[in-house]
């Protein structure tokens, strides 16, 4: 039976290999790592497509290691131990050439069956690459990730799919003895959903359905040979970053019936209930914010009580929750002002600290003027004194304003009082 497409174009160094400039570009974090041989422990986190398994192989093959490959759908603590008993033959203790044991969507691995993987990753018997979907933060435990870095994969955009088709084209012995014309690729890229593996089975699904040359991608083609099913919710899929999504911006449209509709989508198709509350504690935050403070602490403890109640109950929880915020006022000003901070420190790099703020532990510190200007606030009337706490270059930024609510509309007048003019908004 022949290869799948995606299989087939699968690239093989990194001069193949699209998107994540961030990753393997000229300057990317990994790029150095890779041509020296001498690579960390990492994991690879990213939506499904982005090619996290074909990085895995990569660096392998670059550094001319031993690979080991294990899903975690379908191995146990046994598989595990077999793989590292294996590696340890193959490969020195903290060689160059350790062996890479490469573990598949590794978020679904126990508790037990990543404890299995420590004492082989601290003493160097492997290299342990893992991919998930899913915040490693959250889904990896901290023994082993502490021994891990974690890189980032970004969704391929509109750029990189199109580049993907025409190097399918172009390369597959298949595809290129037809003559295919890609007219339209909205349809495609859409029900790709990022994913390149899917983009490239929907292509090939298409092609191969065409007896007659030219073949003319169109949308209206698309259309009507790919059935989608909207009924079925896949969890590792298109349909997981949909209704999340659906579901986020629900509540962020204060709509509390489409929120707990897209709830009740998520809960009976099986989804984590602890990704759901997560989601609901960062959108307190970004979308709420001040606006409501009690929010986050709510979204916090459904969190807590999802993770000790479970299913079935837990789902009355996300739903006081989902409703609570839905209805709630919102603000993301928080979110602006981080956003604008962060910015700010990207174009202007490490500014000096004002030596009025500054710590003075020692003697010498002190001699030179380390916090010699610094007005304890405490001292003065209404516990406030005008002084200058950010850098002399970006003296005066503003970077957060306050949200049009009750709330931090009394934020803005506790801010105009005392600053005056410094906080106008």
């Not at 003493?123 to 979907?133: E, S, Y």
């Not at 006081?320 to 915020?325: D, G, I, K, P």
């Not at 916090?371 to 950010?390: P, S």
């Amino acid at each position: 039976m022949n290869k799948p497409l995606a299989e087939r174009i699968r690239p093989k160094s990194l001069e193949q290999y699209l998107s994540q400039e961030h990753l393997i570009g000229d300057d990317g974090s990994l790029t150095q790592q890779i041509k020296r041989g001498l690579i960390p422990s990492l994991i690879l986190w990213g939506p499904p497509g982005v090619g996290k398994t074909t990085l895995a192989n990569i660096i392998a093959n670059e550094s001319e290691r031993p690979f080991y490959t294990l899903s975690a759908i379908n191995s146990g603590v046994k598989e595990v131990r077999e793989v590292i008993d294996k590696a340890k033959q193959s490969g020195g203790l903290f060689t160059a050439k350790n062996p890479i044991l490469f573990i598949d969507e590794i978020h679904r691995f126990s508790k037990s069956q990543q404890d299995s993987l420590l004492g082989a990753v601290e003493k160097g018997w492997i290299t342990l690459i893992g991919a998930t979907t899913e915040n490693p933060s959250f889904e990896v435990i901290p023994a082993l990730l502490s021994r891990c870095q974690v890189y980032t994969l970004n969704p391929f955009g509109k750029k990189e799919l199109e580049a993907l088709l025409n190097r399918a084209m172009q390369e597959d012995e298949d595809l290129k003895s037809k003559e295919i014309v890609l007219k339209e690729t909205e349809s495609l890229l859409r029900l790709s959903g990022g994913d390149a593996r899917k983009l490239l089975n929907i292509f090939e699904l298409i092609v191969s359905s065409q007896d007659q040359e030219p073949i003319t991608i169109t949308n209206d083609l698309v259309s009507k040979l790919v059935q989608q099913n909207t009924v079925r919710y896949d969890k590792t899929g298109e349909q997981h970053y949909d209704i999340i999504s659906a579901f986020i911006k629900s509540i962020r449209g204060s709509d509390p019936n489409a929120a707990v509709y897209w709830l009740a989508r998520m809960i009976e198709g099986g989804e984590d209930l602890k990704f759901i509350a997560r989601r609901l504690i960062i959108l307190a935050s970004e979308d709420i914010g001040n606006a409501n403070p009690t929010a986050l602490i709510l979204a916090n403890n459904s969190f807590q009580a999802v993770n000790t109640i479970g299913y079935p109950e837990a789902r009355i929880i996300l739903s006081q929750c989902t409703v609570y915020l839905a209805s709630s006022p919102k603000s993301n000003a928080s979110y602006m002002a981080i956003n604008k901070a962060q910015q700010l420190v990207k174009q202007t790099g490490d500014l000096s600290i004002p030596l009025h703020i500054r710590n003075a532990p020692t003697k010498l510190m002190k001699e030179l003027g380390y916090g010699e200007d610094y007005k304890y606030a405490h001292n003065h009337k209404d516990n406030f004194v005008k002084q200058e706490f950010l850098p002399d270059e970006i003296a005066n930024t503003k970077l957060y304003e306050p949200g049009d609510n009750q709330r931090e509309n009394s934020f803005r007048t506790f801010l105009k009082s005392r600053w005056g003019d410094k906080y106008e908004y």
